[in-house]
């Protein structure tokens, strides 16, 4: 496999350019400084990892970024509990079984509310694309330009968090794999209802980084192609060609891969993660020449590919992220997508506070 080159700077569409909307394919250096651990006293958090924040460098110090990932910039977050892993379809069943909740995926979509996130004068779809669906991969037999993501994203009727490529598709077998098809508001539930939340976005790098600064990986440095596989992606020609090098062609199980300094599994590869903040590609800037601190993202979206629908911040890279294209893996990588999107490679995981 090539190792990572920079990333694309102008892939409209692309695997890790832009996520797709629910209807964008239709039809067709700084040392860590570590905080001290919880307070006496403080309840022990099943599942979760202590990650004891501190003041670090936030984005990239490399040229592989994209544009939004600069200028790198101080951030300071206080100590908080993360999920060793993605909440996992066992974990989401049991909040579906106690609260009855039914995910954005499984409800059928509000026209009048669609036509908000899209340009003006965009046609209403038909009505058997008015159905409950969600987004589903679906490779194509060869190559094909990059820069148009309905080459290889599906709008699939039935698809949801319980049918993740749709009908005919279950969980079986798949207990301890990511839950996906979650919108971002769908996370939101889920973790109100666990009593957490889900990360900001520096909470989410701080974690990723484990106390490495400046390195470009959750594991260190070592690029992703040598050594032992480091995560799930994709290895080979996307979208078309993988590999498998890393014994997944599509989703896996949580904790398949080693964990990362603090104990954290798959912060990078197998599923993109939902973040609390609003996407903006100038936010960076706005911090830079100070230290942030807890930054919570910016009060509005902007994303000048698609300027009328707003977007929630992703991260992590899936296992669809090839280190000759997006390289979205990398620990500084940021990726924006529509709060009533679900996906096939987007999950979640949350965090808890700190007692006081």
């Not at 209802?193 to 959750?218: I, S, V």
């Not at 798959?266 to 807890?294: F, K």
Request: charged share 20%; glycine share 10%; hydrophobic share 40%.
């Amino acid at each position: 496999m090539a190792q990572a080159t920079a990333a694309p700077r102008a892939a409209n569409g692309a695997c890790c350019a832009k996520l797709p909307a629910r209807f964008a394919v239709a039809p067709a250096g700084s040392h860590v400084k570590r905080a001290g651990p919880p307070a006496a006293g403080a309840a022990s958090h099943a599942g979760m990892v202590w990650v004891p924040g501190g003041t670090f460098a936030m984005g990239a110090a490399d040229r592989l970024g994209r544009p939004d990932e600069y200028p790198r910039h101080q951030v300071a977050v206080g100590g908080f509990w993360m999920d060793a892993t993605e909440v996992t379809n066992v974990e989401f069943a049991r909040f579906v079984a106690a609260t009855g909740y039914v995910t954005t995926a499984e409800k059928t979509p509000d026209w009048e509310v669609l036509k908000q996130q899209l340009p003006p004068g965009t046609p209403r779809p038909a009505d058997s694309l008015l159905v409950a669906a969600s987004l589903v991969f679906a490779p194509p037999a060869g190559a094909v330009p990059l820069d148009d993501a309905s080459q290889w994203w599906r709008w699939q009727p039935g698809a949801s968090w319980r049918h993740p490529t749709g009908p005919g598709s279950s969980l079986r077998g798949r207990e301890h794999y990511p839950v996906v098809q979650v919108s971002w508001d769908d996370a939101r539930a889920y973790a109100r209802w666990a009593g957490k939340r889900l990360p900001t976005e520096a909470e989410w790098e701080c974690a990723a980084r484990a106390g490495r600064p400046g390195q470009p990986y959750t594991w260190g440095s070592e690029p992703i192609d040598q050594g032992q596989p480091k995560a799930n992606t994709w290895q080979g020609h996307f979208p078309n060609q993988n590999t498998t090098w890393d014994k997944f062609a599509r989703l896996a199980p949580v904790k398949s891969f080693a964990a990362n300094g603090y104990g954290l599994y798959d912060l990078a590869g197998n599923v993109w993660e939902w973040c609390a903040d609003w996407y903006r590609p100038d936010y960076y800037q706005q911090l830079s020449g100070r230290v942030a601190r807890h930054p919570a993202g910016p009060a509005t979206s902007f994303d000048p590919q698609e300027p009328a629908t707003p977007k929630r911040v992703v991260r992590g890279g899936s296992f669809l992220c090839a280190a000759a294209y997006c390289a979205g893996y990398r620990v500084s990588a940021r990726m924006k997508s529509a709060p009533d999107t679900g996906l096939e490679n987007t999950g979640f995981r949350c965090v808890a506070d700190a007692p006081q």
